[in-house]
């Protein structure tokens, strides 16, 4: 069992100048899999992100580094699937000749389907986030590229702190007041990094109640070795367990209390010499139809006294205070770093999609290898029957559960492609609070949609486990069972995306039929 375990788990192979193959590093083992199917014994594939880590969060080491140095060709999942220094490893070390191809994107032109990105969680408060739109050509920035968005200065009663809790936990501070800010280090401690066009949730912490106001700068920096860009400042008040409408300064201004808002830095309003920091607000949480630009300085964030939460216990969250100290709290939403933009990025949970993947890897190798197009050819359209007959299966065996019960519960928010191309709704991703366990409101909430659709089942992907304990007691009270879904990753049981997409679908059939 020990070997068969090793065997499973071991690292894809290292690239080199020595191997006659044709060289090819992937962001992730799903497209790894694509890869060796068309490519075959003409090439040899690596990918970034190893099996089983989570490709939003993962941090390339150096041995990623020399494998993208030795790289014929790249490929990438992109629509900021990846942790943005995936992308700026990739890019920065790859020869400027070889191919980078984001597929995502690309396969578009090859009819795949691509759906937007719906934020739509209940929360009793606003979720605050932070945003960066449009992508910085005319400044010479690509998506490797990165905007600081920078806390220079917080007036209040108290502490805010601005963080982010981690897939496994862990808080990443951003914003912290209570130890100053320091000019002189660029505000280094004080910073957030995003690349062009992306969103990232984030908690914003307060220790005491009263009015904060927080001025934050942002800057450009096209590429790690020229100077950043100032792109101007701006002021945003918060009212925190006070009378939103009382602030001094700030009569009759817009008080945003609900739905999703992000700090947010245009890179097409800078370059057209307008103010670009300003909040832009959707209360619905639907998307671009219903996003409106507010002016900080006739807006106030309200952060009522529903929204007080207790420090946790634990060594990691001392920066918010003492254990059980009261705070208030607009909460992150969704747990674990997670930079995305306005489309899902997850197009491999349809098996079409990746057909239209496999053709572009196709073209792609012929355009490096010529020599080896009939093979490749050959290969992508065994391939491809193989994904049709798949795709057939998905359907056919999703189908056997009554519609009535096809509700999809888990912990990622990365099944919609699945929901729209097989009829299964997905009807909620857990979205625990990010600095401890749910309040019992959102338990509740969590409790009334499992009991209301009388959900058999909820699925939790096994290399997130860890953060699901919530979704496996509510499951464990209300008697429902907890099966496995495969998202973004492979482990030592499911190798390959054939495997794991007949996985899914059988997991879903055998724990929601009757």
């Known amino acids: 069992m020990l070997a068969a375990s090793l065997t499973g788990c071991a690292a894809p192979p290292a690239l080199s100048a020595d191997d006659d193959r044709i060289q090819v590093v992937t962001t992730t083992g799903i497209l790894r899999d694509l890869v060796d199917n068309v490519g075959g014994d003409r090439v040899v594939a690596t990918s970034l992100v190893p099996d089983g880590a989570d490709p939003h969060a993962y941090e390339p080491s150096l041995r990623d580094v020399r494998d993208v140095v030795y790289a014929d060709v790249a490929f990438s999942n992109y629509l900021l699937l990846e942790e943005h220094a995936i992308i700026k490893a990739l890019d920065a070390n790859l020869p400027d000749s070889v191919p980078n191809i984001s597929l995502a994107e690309g396969a578009v032109k090859y009819a795949a389907e691509i759906i937007p990105l719906v934020e739509n969680v209940a929360l009793d408060t606003i979720?605050?986030?932070?945003?960066?739109?449009?992508?910085?050509?005319?400044?010479?920035?690509?998506?490797?590229?990165?905007?600081?968005?920078?806390?220079?200065?917080?007036?209040?009663?108290?502490?805010?702190?601005?963080?982010?809790?981690?897939?496994?936990?862990?808080?990443?501070?951003?914003?912290?007041?209570?130890?100053?800010?320091?000019?002189?280090?660029?505000?280094?401690?004080?910073?957030?990094?995003?690349?062009?066009?992306?969103?990232?949730?984030?908690?914003?912490?307060?220790?005491?109640?009263?009015?904060?106001?927080?001025?934050?700068?942002?800057?450009?920096?096209?590429?790690?070795?020229?100077?950043?860009?100032?792109?101007?400042?701006?002021?945003?008040?918060?009212?925190?367990?006070?009378?939103?409408?009382?602030?001094?300064?700030?009569?009759?201004?817009?008080?945003?209390?609900?739905?999703?808002?992000?700090?947010?830095?245009?890179?097409?309003?800078?370059?057209?010499?307008?103010?670009?920091?300003?909040?832009?607000?959707?209360?619905?949480?639907?998307?671009?139809?219903?996003?409106?630009?507010?002016?900080?300085?006739?807006?106030?964030?309200?952060?009522?006294?529903?929204?007080?939460?207790?420090?946790?216990?634990?060594?990691?969250?001392?920066?918010?205070?003492?254990?059980?100290t009261e705070i208030h709290q607009l909460p992150q939403a969704v747990l674990g770093r997670h930079v995305h933009g306005e489309i899902d990025p997850h197009l491999w949970q349809n098996v079409r999609n990746v057909i239209s993947y496999t053709e572009l890897i196709r073209d792609t190798l012929i355009g490096v290898d010529p020599a080896g197009a009939v093979e490749y050819r050959e290969r992508a359209t065994a391939y491809i029957g193989e994904l049709s007959a798949l795709d057939d299966y998905v359907r056919d065996t999703i189908a056997q559960i009554p519609p009535g019960r096809r509700h999809l519960i888990t912990t990622h928010d990365a099944f919609g492609y699945l929901g729209a191309a097989y009829e299964v709704q997905i009807s909620g991703f857990v979205t625990p609070h990010p600095a401890a366990e749910p309040s019992l409101a959102d338990r509740r909430r969590l409790t009334e949609t499992i009991r209301n659709l009388r959900v058999p089942a909820v699925f939790l992907e096994p290399n997130l486990r860890s953060r699901s304990s919530t979704l496996t007691e509510l499951a464990d009270d209300l008697d429902v069972r907890v099966c496995e879904i495969y998202g973004d990753t492979f482990d030592d049981r499911v190798t390959n995306y054939v495997q794991m997409m007949r996985f899914n679908a059988e997991s879903l059939r055998d724990c929601l039929a009757p």
């Open 127 to 324: 979720w605050l986030g932070m945003r960066v739109r449009g992508t910085g050509a005319s400044y010479g920035a690509d998506r490797a590229s990165d905007i600081l968005l920078q806390g220079t200065t917080v007036t209040g009663p108290g502490a805010m702190t601005a963080y982010l809790t981690e897939s496994f936990g862990n808080p990443a501070i951003y914003l912290d007041s209570s130890d100053g800010f320091e000019a002189a280090t660029g505000y280094r401690d004080d910073t957030a990094t995003l690349p062009p066009d992306a969103h990232t949730h984030m908690s914003w912490a307060f220790t005491e109640p009263g009015v904060y106001r927080l001025t934050m700068a942002a800057q450009l920096a096209v590429t790690p070795d020229t100077r950043p860009v100032s792109l101007g400042e701006q002021t945003f008040t918060f009212a925190v367990g006070v009378d939103p409408h009382s602030v001094p300064g700030m009569s009759g201004a817009t008080v945003l209390r609900g739905g999703h808002a992000d700090v947010t830095v245009d890179l097409d309003a800078a370059a057209r010499g307008e103010s670009p920091l300003y909040l832009l607000a959707d209360p619905h949480g639907s998307g671009d139809v219903h996003q409106h630009v507010h002016d900080p300085a006739d807006t106030v964030i309200e952060v009522p006294n529903k929204a007080l939460a207790q420090v946790p216990a634990g060594p990691a969250f001392r920066f918010l205070g003492r254990p059980g």
